[in-house]
């Protein structure tokens, strides 16, 4: 069982940067492939960017690519969002996942390969 705590969330004026935070509590952190996703309101959940075990691998959707990089510390079993250059767009909850697995390939942009979920944490950028 793995507990996902999301941070960093807030009211950003557009151009401006968070990073979000994502705290693992367990021994195996490294084993899992995280990911981050959002939902905006009256909209689907969707992925964002996803990182490797040992973060050697990233992937990322169209739409934030350039803008927002995903890195991991297996040491202190956390994953990060660092996102810039924010746009009206880019609000939503966010949320990051957790998935167990052998193969990096571009399904860990989907939903259905994550195991376990965070609670979300609330970004708002205003124009």
């Known amino acids: 069982q793995v507990q996902l705590v999301e941070s960093g969330g807030g009211l950003v004026q557009a151009g401006g940067s968070l990073r979000l935070s994502c705290a693992a509590s367990?021994?195996?952190?490294?084993?899992?492939?995280m990911g981050w996703f959002r939902q905006a309101p009256g909209k689907e959940r969707k992925f964002v960017a996803a990182i490797s075990w040992n973060g050697g691998n990233t992937y990322y959707a169209d739409s934030v690519k350039g803008r927002f990089t995903i890195s991991r510390d297996n040491d202190k079993s956390t994953v990060y969002l660092q996102m810039n250059s924010l746009n009206s767009e880019d609000t939503a909850v966010y949320y990051c996942?957790?998935?167990?697995?052998?193969?990096?390939?571009?399904?860990?942009?989907?939903?259905?390969?994550?195991?376990?979920w965070g609670q979300g944490t609330q970004v708002t950028v205003s124009s």
């Open positions: 996942a957790a998935g167990r697995g052998s193969t990096w390939s571009s399904s860990w942009g989907r939903a259905m390969r994550y195991d376990y």
């Open positions: 367990g021994r195996t952190f490294s084993s899992y492939a």
